[in-house]
């Protein structure tokens, strides 16, 4: 079945900086790819997805990148601000498997002003 | 922005006892989602489920749980014998087709098996 690695498990960034969190499919079937925002308490909160027939995607401050030769996709925050704190799971799936996601383990980011 | 609502939030069960969480979907979605996360770990797939019979599920699906839409709002998940490692939150989602997209988790059902 598919395997989803996820890096860093966490990451400090300045207010203004940019972060990256990059994640590794196994499944070359795969072919949806969504991120979620988990704050501390609260259910996860899709803030943006990419499918296979596309590289990138980019919604203001978010943009995700797909690599389906290597098997990877990488979420860039630019302008990070402290509400960005949170923790972001990338996630995978294949069409005829829908909804059976399989999450990476979570990056825990921390925006200090 | 219709939501998914999840019943109880929180509910606290002896071990060995059958508990049902409860879940309205979005009124005009057709497939249906549990997930759980044990806390303080990523969210794991448990079922989906759509023209009332289960599409998919992952191993930790096994016999003690099982899924239904009662009726023609509510989508429920048992778990007929309660262990202690079945501790987690427990989402529900939804979605009008099947491939439309990721979706939104309803708030959660945090059980604590005691």
């Known amino acids: 079945g598919e395997n989803v690695e996820q890096h860093p498990s966490t990451l400090s960034v300045q207010e203004g900086d940019s972060a990256v969190i990059k994640c590794t499919y196994s499944d070359s079937a795969s072919n949806y790819f969504p991120w979620y925002k988990q704050e501390l308490g609260k259910r996860p909160q899709l803030i943006i997805d990419i499918r296979s027939n596309v590289g990138e995607k980019k919604d203001q401050r978010i943009a995700v990148t797909l690599n389906k030769t290597a098997k990877h996709f990488s979420l860039h925050i630019t302008e990070t601000q402290p509400e960005d704190s949170a923790v972001y799971f990338c996630a995978a799936s294949r069409t005829d498997s829908w909804g059976k996601f399989q999450f990476g383990a979570g990056t825990q980011v921390v925006v200090t002003p | 922005e219709p939501e998914v609502t999840q019943t109880p939030s929180h509910q606290v069960t002896q071990m060995g006892q059958e508990v049902i969480l409860r879940c309205v979907p979005i009124s005009n979605h057709l497939y249906f989602y549990w997930y759980r996360q044990i806390l303080g770990q990523k969210v794991e797939f448990l079922v989906s489920?759509?023209?009332?019979?289960?599409?998919?599920k992952s191993e930790i699906f096994d016999d003690q749980f099982s899924v239904e839409r009662p009726d023609g709002s509510n989508f429920t998940l048992k778990i007929r014998s309660t262990k202690l490692e079945d501790s987690a939150m427990y989402f529900c989602?939804?979605?009008?087709?099947?491939?439309?997209?990721?979706?939104?988790f309803g708030s959660g059902t945090r059980l604590t098996v005691v």
């Open positions: 489920f759509y023209n009332n019979e289960i599409s998919e």
């Open positions: 989602a939804s979605s009008e087709v099947r491939e439309s997209g990721g979706y939104t």
